[in-house]
């Protein structure tokens, strides 16, 4: 796997040379986000899809 820094390098060069800051942060963190719930799935801690519609039910009394 290649560097962190050549990770996100990757990234911001994949972007629009019009790009905002604010859209460049946003692409690194969705990644950050993809990457982690990866990490997640290949270590087992995920949830059946029942289980998080009752989270969710709860969240909504």
Same mark, same amino acid.
């Given at each position: 796997?290649?560097?962190?820094? @050549?990770?996100? @390098?990757? =990234? =911001?060069q994949?972007?629009? %040379?019009?790009?905002?800051? %604010?859209?460049?942060?946003?692409?690194? @963190?969705? %990644?950050?986000?993809?990457?982690?719930?990866l990490?997640?799935?290949?270590?087992?801690?995920? =949830?059946?899809?029942?289980?998080? @519609?009752?989270?969710?039910?709860?969240?909504?009394?």
């Open positions: 796997m290649s560097s962190v820094k @050549a990770r996100m @390098a990757k =990234i =911001i994949e972007q629009p %040379e019009d790009a905002t800051y %604010e859209e460049i942060m946003r692409e690194l @963190a969705f %990644e950050r986000m993809v990457e982690r719930g990490a997640d799935s290949r270590s087992g801690r995920v =949830i059946s899809n029942e289980e998080m @519609a009752r989270r969710i039910r709860t969240w909504q009394k």
